[in-house]
């Protein structure tokens, strides 16, 4: 039997082609501007962010600087005299102090007359006192109980409390300054006294105050409170008994405290660089993705200005006018290392001299850290808070950009599969002719047999 060749041939379902495919692979070339912006935004997001802590840790450079600039070198209380405690802070200078304890400070006391019971109720009225110089005037409810009593006391808020208290037997309404000592001058029962009571609570003054009397190096000190800050700069004394016999509050010079002062200044500095080294020196091990490192300007600029702090002289004369001068040194990465033996000689040496390194006016670290700081993290003019919001800018122009674009992919797409359709449909078309041509021409040679 002859075999019959088709006059019309189109294969596989309609054209025989894998339109889906080819419809995704053109989409998704249009669609490259789109991962394109997209990946950018993502890397201009990671140097938002890297901004954002190195604003933060410039800040807290600045704070940790001004602090310095109250005093580097420290001292520690090496010697407590009996009757006392004491504490060495800023400005603390080493030092004997010869120191005797006349009295410490109490609060002055009150008490009712005596309840037979807490549920005892009084008439009421004004309680006028004078607590520490001060006139005040408590006003009581007629017919309150003992506990109702206390409780318009104390939220008066007249620099008094109250309590009931008891004997065992009977009840009493007990006052007590909320501070201690009287104002200074004035007369014995000049931390409280009762004015008038026509509340029927029956007050009456049993505890006079008493000022905190010291005398230091035979300097007569007189205190309201018993923690006294002001007769030796830096240290705060607390009278804790009375100690008619002298004794010798001595202060030494502490180098591991000076050190570590000037340790936080260091570390603060060496995390700002860090974070400029991920832009400036990053890893070629673990190199940072494309378009995530900061503007090189910018932070080289930041960094110049860093290390200008090693050189800055702030100190006109003397042996100690810089950080390099009281060993502050720069190491190969930019970051800042201490030499100690250099350090703890100098606050061996002059440690007023350290101190005037940070706490010159105008000239000094403190003062030239906090101009860098403000000059990079101003929220008006602040370089890094400038490049910020550039940066965020530069998103939003590049997500309206992928909007407008996704549009355009979207009808792309949409033309493609509407012509991908119309040519579907049309070799179908020529598919069913071909089928009816074959057909006919199968019918034709058959009938002429």
Do not use: C, W
């Not at 006028?128 to 409810?141: C, D, E």
């Not at 800050?229 to 004394?237: E, L, Q, W």
């Amino acid at each position: 039997m002859a075999t019959t060749t088709p006059v019309f041939q189109s294969g596989g379902l309609a054209s025989g082609l894998d339109t889906n495919s080819i419809v995704d692979k053109l989409v998704a070339l249009e669609s490259a501007p789109i991962t394109k912006n997209t990946t950018r935004q993502a890397a201009l997001n990671v140097q938002i962010s890297s901004i954002g802590d190195l604003v933060s840790k410039l800040k807290s450079f600045s704070s940790t600087a001004t602090t310095l600039a109250n005093g580097v070198a420290a001292s520690s209380i090496t010697t407590v005299p009996a009757g006392v405690s004491a504490v060495a802070g800023t400005g603390a200078v080493p030092g004997q102090y010869t120191i005797a304890v006349t009295s410490v400070a109490t609060a002055a006391k009150a008490r009712s007359g005596q309840f037979s019971s807490p549920n005892d109720t009084v008439a009421g009225g004004n309680l006028s006192l004078h607590v520490q110089g001060v006139a005040a005037t408590i006003t009581i409810t007629p017919n309150s109980d003992l506990g109702s009593v206390v409780r318009q006391i104390n939220s008066a808020g007249k620099g008094v409390a109250a309590a009931v208290v008891s004997d065992g037997t009977h009840f009493y309404v007990s006052l007590t300054n909320r501070a201690t000592g009287k104002p200074i001058g004035s007369a014995a029962n000049g931390g409280l006294t009762v004015d008038a009571d026509p509340t029927g609570i029956g007050m009456g003054v049993t505890q006079n105050a008493t000022n905190a009397q010291l005398t230091v190096d035979g300097l007569p000190v007189e205190s309201m409170s018993n923690d006294i800050s002001t007769a030796i700069p830096g240290v705060t004394i607390t009278a804790k008994a009375q100690q008619l016999v002298a004794s010798d509050l001595v202060i030494s010079a502490d180098s591991s405290k000076g050190t570590s002062n000037l340790q936080g200044f260091v570390d603060s500095y060496n995390s700002i660089m860090t974070v400029l080294n991920n832009s400036l020196r990053p890893d070629p091990q673990s190199p940072p993705a494309d378009g995530t490192t900061l503007d090189g300007s910018t932070v080289l600029g930041l960094e110049q200005r860093l290390h200008s702090l090693l050189s800055t002289q702030v100190v006109a004369t003397g042996a100690y006018r810089t950080l390099a001068d009281v060993g502050v040194k720069l190491q190969n990465d930019g970051t800042l290392t201490i030499d100690s033996t250099v350090l703890n000689k100098a606050l061996a040496n002059d440690p007023a001299s350290v101190d005037a390194i940070f706490s010159t006016a105008s000239t000094g670290i403190a003062a030239k850290v906090s101009d860098l700081s403000r000059s990079f993290t101003d929220p008006i003019d602040g370089q890094l808070v400038q490049r910020q919001q550039s940066l965020s800018k530069t998103i939003k122009d590049l997500q309206t950009s992928n909007v407008r674009l996704q549009g355009y992919v979207d009808n792309y797409k949409l033309q493609l599969q509407r012509q991908f359709a119309t040519m579907e449909s049309l070799i179908s078309n020529y598919n069913s002719i071909g089928t009816f041509l074959n057909t006919s021409a199968a019918a034709a040679t058959n009938g002429s047999k």
